[in-house]
């Protein structure tokens, strides 16, 4: 493997990572002070008192957070310290927010939200029990992208499929509901990484040069045609802008990063603006997304379809934020509609401010930064790719979704990574961030013997020649 | 692989440094405008929860915020409802929600809102100490020149006379100062009706007032301009005396008739309708004192159109000079006019057209020595703890004619109220001048407008009135006249405030 050959006679190799489980636990204590403080400063602004839970609470959410820490430092010793307590943190205060608001809407969610922790947190724990050498996933590269499309076409199976505010992509089972788009984003890095790993060569040398890019070969175009099809099928059947740009943006990435051809990200780029373009002439759920967003007023208030509705009053609820915020309990974040999933961050801007939306976004800028920081050290091509993936989806998700709320971009329905209230989308972003651990703690070990590394990657390239 | 790697970690730098420009754009550039639209409900409601500062005549609100058990925190309630409508004007929630709406009608409520809600600069110190202090930022208050008693007995006068459907006005002012101490326009609405927290209930009395042919929201006092008729016969006499063309006591051309010039037959012919003129001259006092047409009719031409209008518009007409109530209308002398106009222009018709302020202005102007002052309604803004912050300082409009015209004006008007049409408004010893006025409405169908314009006392004014009668059911037409009707209720006026 090109990766392995090319970092044995790097002399950086000498340098051995510390463990730093230490500072993991110390961060991880800060994260909860924010978790645990927002949750008594909801009581206090909200209600006018500690919360009479705080300990209960505070006692299981420290409880869930320190038995991460252990397992870790049991089972992936090297890995990244700062990932577990800024996700901690994230976790933390998106539970505080949602409180927040079931105390003025007179819902229940955060109560389910600690449940769907709870669950995120066992299979966190599972992943880095289970899996010790994320290179066992190349055996399942065609299982999990046949599993992800699977997933993918379930909502829109009759029966189990669900229609909810226009986007087709829950299922529903009796009385517990599923987004399968948010598993299949793990699945899909997982079938992506995999592949591309084998075929990399071949998507990267043959081609012919047009305008100074390197473009590829047409029968190579088969993969990313596949690709956009399956993305513009979310789009055009299950009107999810959101996930189609998901898919696509991080399938091209993953490409650039395996091939390290710009000329994929021209044609993929191409392919997505040529797509989107058709949609939005042929589709009017398109247009009106679009139209809301360049001019959200005119669809606000009476006399208009309040299209808008939701858009704008989050615009001045965050407005009405200011700098510091109003406090919890000073706004009126129950104003936009499903204030607690999509819109989340309005309500942070409202009564958290400025202040803190920078600082939900520089924590969700340091888990991308850990994870490319665990593909760039990665020693081999699969961990590098699918750290780079993981980090991705984090990226674009965050920028889609955050960018859509705030007004950089048409709005598209995902959810706000741990933040959001659902249980899908945390759960598979708990396993992400395992994935990331996972990647980042082999990344981070000391180097074995190279006889050893060599004999490793032989029987990796044996296992996966006999998959085939 | 590294490469692209960190090709993409710069171009995923770029996507956040985007979105945290963005968010910054949203929450810290845009945030006043959009906290200023008047759709957003968070800052609406936010605004109609706080106190408003309390609107004072005397020492009494006349509009004050008092605690409320609703979904909102205080209810804005009028005291004296009917009788300040037209000044105090109204708060709620639509109020909240339109801000600064330039052109809806605004009364205190609206002119002085910034105050009133505390977020007039002015109130900088004491915001600061409710933020350091932690206590809930309060409005300033703003206390108005009326005087309750001059108000009271206007309103009582006026609707004593006109009835709950009749349709009149009246102002009072302070000659020295400009000071607005009475304001009353009829018919009048409730304005707690408008500043319910029920916005169904708002809404279904806007509509009603809305509907009404009889306007109640219409405030006649500034917003109402018709013609003065005889009252306008003081800016004739001001004119024909500042010019130099007669003296008070000259005799001045009269006579039972007066042919227009350019004019034939009954159109253009004038007359006293039996008043006596003499024959074909008059002392001035007697043609005042008698309120005689042809003579004004002759004094208007001798003066010529364009030192008539030079002369109204010093006295403010064809002006905006009043701040505290928005909008106005402006009072108006025709910009040109021939021979016969002109001699209409005298007597106060042809398109001579003024507002019962203008015509308190312009007595009052004769009364304080020639000086027109600018009229005002806020006489001081205080603090929410009734400390002064800033009072009005008088403010001279224009000098409308010398003193030794505005003295020999002054004597013609005392005689008017002494021996001739004004006699209603004497009061026993005091000095009273006043000028009455009966103007054509122009319109068969509609009876003609009463006016009465006074000041007292003749040597040392403290009030100057204006009195306006556009409409008062249930009298004959033939009994309409300013002297009779408007006097009574100048004089109650003018005793109120000089008795105070």
Not at chain 1, 120 to 144: A, E
Not at chain 2, 19 to 43: C, P
Request: a negative charge; proline letters at 5%.
């Amino acid at each position: 493997m090109s990766g392995v050959s090319q970092t044995t006679g790097n002399p950086i190799l000498g340098f051995v990572h510390r463990r730093r489980r230490g500072a993991e636990l110390f961060l991880l204590v800060l994260a909860l002070a924010v978790g645990i403080g927002a949750y008594a400063a909801v009581g206090v602004g909200v209600e006018g008192a500690v919360p009479t839970d705080l300990i209960g609470y505070g006692g299981w959410l420290a409880a869930l957070v320190v038995g991460a820490h252990v397992v870790v430092r049991l089972v992936a010793p090297y890995a990244d310290p700062v990932l577990l307590p800024v996700v901690a943190a994230l976790n933390g205060l998106g539970l505080a927010v949602i409180h927040r608001l079931d105390l003025t809407e007179d819902t229940g969610f955060a109560a389910q939200q600690l449940v769907w922790m709870t669950i995120g947190v066992g299979l966190f724990v599972g992943t880095l029990v289970l899996l010790r050498d994320h290179r066992v996933l190349t055996r399942f590269t065609y299982t999990s992208g046949l599993a992800a499309i699977v997933l993918l076409l379930m909502p829109m199976l009759p029966l189990i499929g669900n229609e909810v505010r226009g986007a087709r992509i829950w299922v529903r089972l009796g009385p517990v509901g599923m987004q399968p788009g948010e598993v299949a984003k793990v699945l899909l890095v997982i079938a992506f990484a995999g592949y591309l790993v084998l075929h990399r060569d071949a998507l990267a040398l043959a081609g012919r040069r047009l305008l100074l890019v390197d473009l590829p070969r047409g029968r190579d175009l088969g993969p990313i045609l596949g690709m956009w099809l399956i993305s513009l099928g979310i789009l055009v059947f299950q009107r999810d802008l959101g996930s189609s740009l998901l898919f696509f943006g991080l399938f091209l990435f993953m490409l650039y990063v395996a091939t390290e051809r710009a000329g994929w990200l021209v044609v993929g780029g191409g392919l997505f603006l040529g797509g989107a373009l058709v949609a939005w002439q042929l589709f009017s759920h398109v247009q009106t997304r679009v139209n809301v967003w360049l001019n959200p007023f005119d669809y606000y208030g009476p006399g208009t379809n309040d299209t808008a509705f939701q858009p704008v009053e989050a615009t001045f609820g965050m407005a009405w934020g200011g700098l510091l915020g109003r406090g919890f309990g000073g706004g009126d974040p129950g104003r936009v509609p499903f204030a607690e999933s999509d819109f989340i961050m309005a309500a942070i801007g409202e009564e958290l401010g400025l202040t803190g939306m920078m600082a939900v976004l520089v924590l969700y800028g340091l888990i991308v930064e850990r994870g490319l920081r665990a593909a760039l050290i990665s020693r081999d091509g699969f961990g590098k790719l699918l750290a780079t993936g993981l980090a991705s989806v984090f990226a674009l998700q965050v920028f889609v979704v955050i960018g859509g709320v705030t007004g950089l971009i048409p709005l598209t329905g995902l959810t706000t990574p741990f933040l959001s209230y659902g249980g899908s989308s945390l759960v598979a972003n708990w396993v992400i961030i395992a994935l990331l651990l996972r990647v980042s703690d082999l990344a981070r070990r000391p180097v074995p013997e190279l006889t050893a590394a060599d004999d490793a990657g032989d029987q990796d390239t044996q296992v996966i020649r006999v998959a085939r | 692989m590294n490469k692209p790697i960190r090709t993409i970690s710069v171009a995923f730098l770029v996507l956040f440094l985007a979105l945290m420009a963005n968010v910054t754009y949203l929450q810290y550039w845009r945030a006043d405008s959009l906290g200023d639209d008047g759709r957003n409900r968070r800052a609406v409601d936010a605004a109609f929860s706080q106190p408003r500062g309390a609107i004072l005549v005397g020492r009494e609100p006349v509009a004050e915020s008092v605690p409320s058990d609703d979904r909102f925190e205080y209810q804005r309630t009028y005291s004296q409802p009917l009788a300040y409508a037209h000044v105090t004007g109204w708060y709620n929630y639509f109020n909240a929600q339109s801000g600064a709406c330039s052109t809806c009608q605004r009364r205190i409520e609206q002119t002085q809102d910034d105050l009133l809600s505390g977020d007039d600069d002015r109130l900088f110190v004491t915001r600061l100490v409710d933020l350091l202090s932690g206590e809930t930022s309060e409005g300033g208050n703003v206390a108005l020149t009326l005087d309750p008693a001059a108000q009271r007995a206007a309103f009582d006068g006026l609707r004593a006379v006109l009835g709950p459907e009749g349709q009149g006005a009246v102002v009072a002012l302070e000659p020295r100062t400009g000071k607005v101490l009475a304001m009353v326009s009829l018919p009048t609405f409730d304005p707690n009706r408008l500043a319910s927290h029920d916005l169904t209930e708002v809404s279904a009395a806007g509509d009603e007032f809305d509907a009404d042919p009889a306007q109640p929201l219409l405030n006649r006092a500034i917003q109402t301009t018709l013609p003065p008729g005889s009252t306008f016969k003081v800016v004739t006499a001001a004119a024909a005396i500042e010019n130099g063309l007669y003296e008070e006591g000259d005799d001045v051309p009269g006579g039972p008739t007066f042919q227009l010039p350019q004019t034939t037959g009954d159109t253009g012919l004038i007359d006293n309708q039996g008043r006596s003129c003499g024959a074909t001259t008059v002392s001035f006092t007697q043609a005042m004192a008698n309120s005689c047409n042809t003579t004004f009719a002759r004094l208007a031409i001798e003066v010529g159109a364009e030192r008539m209008r030079e002369q109204a518009e010093l006295f403010g007409f064809n002006q905006q000079y009043f701040e505290d109530l928005l909008p106005q209308a402006t009072s108006r002398f025709p910009e040109e006019a021939n021979e016969p106009q002109t001699g209409q222009t005298g007597i106060g018709q042809f398109d001579v057209a003024a507002t019962p302020l203008q015509m308190a202005m312009v007595v009052a102007g004769i009364a304080n020595g020639g000086t027109v002052m600018k009229p005002y309604l806020v006489d001081e803004v205080q603090s929410p703890e009734f400390e002064q912050i800033e009072q009005t300082d008088p403010e001279a409009l224009s000098d409308a004619v010398s003193s030794s015209t505005a003295s020999q004006l002054t004597d013609l008007l005392v005689a008017t109220v002494d021996e001739g049409t004004a006699s209603p408004a004497a009061i026993p010893g005091v000095q009273v001048a006043g000028k009455t006025g009966t103007a054509q409405s122009g319109q068969d169908d509609v009876p003609p407008y009463a006016w009465f314009v006074s000041f007292a006392p003749a040597d040392d004014p403290e009030v100057a009135v204006a009195v306006m009668i556009q409409e008062a059911p249930g009298i004959e037409r033939g009994e309409i006249a300013g002297g009779l009707l408007g006097g009574p209720i100048a004089k109650a006026i003018m005793e109120a405030v000089i008795n105070r």
